[in-house]
């Protein structure tokens, strides 16, 4: 996975009644750390405070500097899905320090809780089983099998 991250600000062409965008709070001085966790880590798009969720021109996070605390265990602040290698894409986050609050295996796919450097909780989703390695998530302490 290839991430583009610039401060060059331009949008893809999306009609403004079509585009989602989601407000992340920031905290005073973590606005570099939040763009290198969204750019860099989960490899979205980064254009100045705004990325793409999980690349799709129409849902866009806008990082804001914000005093706001927010609840990560009740309000996650968004969910994206992968198409498949779950396992993988969690090891990769965990290689990078990324903090998880759970992560499961159910019948209907897998679901993980992590956060951001600010602790905004987020959702990431695989309804596929599909794995092109043999990356074993059950070892990890937040594992659950359901």
């Known amino acids: 996975m290839l991430s583009l991250v610039t401060d060059q600000y331009q949008r ?8 989602i965008t989601i407000f992340i709070p920031v ?12 750019g860099e880590i989960l490899h979205f798009t980064i ?3 705004e990325f793409l969720v999980n690349n799709i021109r129409a849902v866009r996070g806008q990082l804001q500097y914000s005093e ?4 990560p ?14 396992p ?6 965990r290689q990078q320090g990324v903090d998880f609050e759970f992560l499961a295996m159910t019948p209907g796919g897998y679901m993980a ?5 600010c602790g905004n909780s987020i959702l990431v989703g695989c309804d596929s089983f599909e794995n092109s390695t043999d990356v074993d998530l059950t070892s990890w302490d937040k594992y659950h099998r359901y």
Not at 27 to 38: C, E, H
Not at 88 to 93: D, K, P, Q, V
């Open 12 to 19: 893809d062409a999306v009609e403004e009644d079509e585009v």
């Open 27 to 38: 905290s005073k001085g973590m606005m570099a750390q939040m763009k290198n966790f969204y």
């Open 47 to 49: 254009n100045g405070s």
């Open 68 to 71: 706001i605390k927010i609840d």
């Open 73 to 86: 265990g009740k309000n996650p602040m968004f969910r994206f899905n992968l198409k498949n290698d779950f």
């Open 88 to 93: 993988e894409y969690c090891m990769s986050l």
């Open 113 to 117: 809780s992590i956060y951001d450097p």
